[in-house]
């Protein structure tokens, strides 16, 4: 079963669920989630195993809030880009482009996400999730090729799939910089939808 979320309590100052999380992650993309400990996490925040506790009922949960992050995020996008009055080609471009910048803004915790295989519950929920953000981008580029606004000779779920992909490489690669992230949107939007619009 998947730990429910804990709410959030106040530790030492400088310590609190969300100073745990992010030290969490961090230590998840330089180590790998199955190498860290709660050890490791207490030690570099300079506080005892108990006091972690305090805020958290272990290593999976931290897992689960960290790919949450990355995940309400991008839903949080595609509700934004669902709202729009704007043809459907639009909300398509608008999407890829939130998405990226999602990812900057959330950088460590996509980063997490994306590494995740589908080993416990909460990455299999994780997984699912992932699946129906997919599913929501599919459809949206059935709409535009609906609308004429995109190519009609590409699957849909081919082209979700390649764009995501484009836009998840970045965890690869980029490192968030003040103002990167928008010259990245903009270079990965053009180079998509320069090749999938309609002449």
Same mark, same amino acid.
């Given at each position: 079963?998947?730990?429910?979320?804990?709410?959030?309590?106040?530790?030492?100052?400088?310590?609190?669920?969300?100073?745990?999380?992010?030290?969490?992650?961090?230590?998840?993309?330089?180590?790998?989630?199955?190498?860290?400990?709660?050890?490791?996490?207490?030690?570099?925040?300079?506080?005892?195993?108990?006091?972690?506790?305090?805020?958290?009922?272990?290593?999976?949960?931290?897992?689960?809030?960290?790919?949450?992050?990355?995940?309400?995020?991008?839903?949080?996008?595609?509700?934004?880009?669902?709202?729009?009055?704007?043809?459907? &080609?639009?909300?398509?471009? !608008? /999407?890829?482009?939130?998405? =990226?910048?999602? $990812?900057? +803004?959330?950088?460590?915790?996509? %980063?997490?996400?994306?590494?995740?295989?589908?080993?416990?519950?909460?990455?299999?929920?994780?997984?699912?999730?992932?699946?129906?953000?997919?599913?929501?981008?599919?459809?949206?580029?059935?709409?535009?090729?609906?609308?004429?606004?995109?190519?009609?000779?590409?699957? &849909?779920?081919?082209?979700? !799939? /390649?764009?995501?992909?484009? =836009?998840?490489? $970045?965890? +690869?690669?980029?490192?968030?910089? %003040?103002?990167?992230?928008?010259?990245?949107?903009?270079?990965?939007?053009?180079?998509?939808?320069?090749?999938?619009?309609?002449?």
């Amino acid at each position: 079963m998947i730990p429910p979320a804990a709410p959030r309590r106040r530790g030492r100052p400088g310590h609190d669920q969300d100073a745990v999380l992010a030290a969490a992650v961090r230590l998840f993309n330089e180590r790998g989630y199955d190498a860290t400990s709660m050890f490791d996490i207490a030690e570099s925040l300079g506080i005892t195993k108990s006091s972690v506790y305090h805020h958290i009922s272990g290593k999976e949960q931290l897992l689960q809030m960290a790919m949450d992050r990355a995940l309400d995020g991008l839903f949080e996008a595609a509700d934004e880009v669902r709202a729009l009055d704007v043809p459907a &080609p639009e909300r398509l471009e !608008r /999407l890829v482009r939130r998405s =990226v910048l999602v $990812l900057a +803004e959330r950088f460590e915790y996509v %980063t997490v996400l994306l590494r995740v295989r589908g080993n416990t519950e909460a990455e299999q929920h994780a997984l699912s999730r992932r699946r129906d953000f997919d599913t929501i981008v599919t459809d949206l580029v059935k709409q535009a090729q609906a609308e004429g606004g995109v190519r009609p000779d590409i699957d &849909p779920a081919t082209v979700a !799939r /390649l764009i995501l992909g484009m =836009v998840n490489s $970045l965890t +690869e690669w980029y490192r968030p910089r %003040t103002g990167g992230a928008e010259a990245i949107a903009d270079a990965l939007t053009r180079i998509a939808f320069e090749g999938l619009r309609t002449e």
